[in-house]
């Protein structure tokens, strides 16, 4: 379980704190995604693969780019894997992509998702102090790619069928435009901008003939997540407790399907009598008062109808975390206001992983709604006051959306059976910390 931790820490040390900012661009970044992080594909117009050459990086003669033209004009870029790669090892190769708004999917496997990747793979082979050194020795992620792209430096001695692997496996995630299993990077330029980017600007495309359906839509209600207390009313500090009881924490999560909905164009024909031409058999009268068969039958179409699909996709938890953090606010309590009247007052423990470390999950879909739940029984809180629950819940996307990372938040409130202070703010049972 220590060493699970360890890597987690170093992994999640690693990720890149940073993104790209707005910067004043007066960029629409609704009109690519969604407040819950999906990306509109249906909004955006594919304009096309552009290669551009670079010089100096190993691996990567020219960057690759797909694409994308917003409702507005806007350019959205998304970089193949190794390019972006060599945009974080060589950012000076790429100055005129500077100041873009962006966003990473977490999902993807970017830079923090290869290194956990790659530490989990070879933590059996190597102890904590080589982690601990590899870690260490990648504070900048710039290195990291540099070293990933000349096939040198501590992600090789990792060792060489490790990090081989892991490579290919970033490389193959790239896939046909459109529905991206992996968006590693998505970067929304200003059409203003585009004389700087990779394929320049985009030509005016002529209007295209309407067809006469409505685009497609996708749609999905709110998901609802609660972390909280199950039992019991009032939990006490298990030091005051002669039944070190805790606390029962509750996990519910509830996933609505998405709905995606989409018009076939379906043309409608109609059989009608026209002229016969020359050498051809008369098989039908061309109007009522024709004396003979002057005409042959023909399908014509007539108009275009559009027809409605439907489709209900589930969209399924894969995996499910949960952690419970004593707040500032109760923690500053004990250590300041506490101590006063109790020598002994300080933390005892002030933080618990909850899932997976004190218990699992089950979940499931039916009727295209996915649901998980998880009971943790008897947490030892051991500390007065307020605690943060937090819940974090991985989703396997849906055949149209992306996969997302979802948040709850509820609170515990964990009390000692008495504190006397002698001042106007005394707490007395069952009273708690702040």
Known sequence: MKRLLILAALALSLIPRTALADGGTGVDAGQVWLPDGTIRWDNLTYLGLVQEP???????????????????????????????????????????????????????????????????????????????????????????????????????????????????????????????LYAFAILLYPSSACASLPGGCPAEAAPSPRQGCRPSTISQAAPKLTIERAAPNYPLVVGQDPDRRGADIQVQVGIPPVIFTWYELVPVYQTECRGAGAGQQGECRTNPSATYLNGVWERVHVRDDCRQHVAVYPEPVMDLAAWANLTDASREWILNTLSQRYYDAYLHHPEFFLIPQMAGWSGGCRSGTCTASSLVPAVPLADPGTFDLLLEVQTAGTPVTLPRTLYGHGQLKVYLAEVTLGDPGALSAPQGAP
């Open 54 to 180: 670079v010089s100096g990086i190993p691996l990567v003669p020219s960057a690759t780019f797909e694409r994308y033209e917003t409702p507005t004009g806007d350019l959205v870029l998304l970089p193949s894997p190794l390019t972006l790669m060599a945009m974080y090892a060589y950012p000076e190769k790429f100055q005129g992509m500077q100041g873009g708004y962006g966003w990473s999917n977490s999902v993807g496997a970017g830079y923090g998702e290869l290194l956990n990747e790659l530490l989990n793979r070879s933590s059996e082979d190597l102890n904590l102090g080589d982690l601990a050194q590899f870690a260490g020795s990648y504070a900048s992620e710039r290195q990291f790619y540099q070293d990933l792209l000349s096939f040198q430096g501590p992600a090789w001695t990792l060792g060489l069928y490790t990090t081989l692997e892991v490579f290919q496996h970033m490389m193959t995630q790239w896939t046909e435009h459109g529905y991206l």
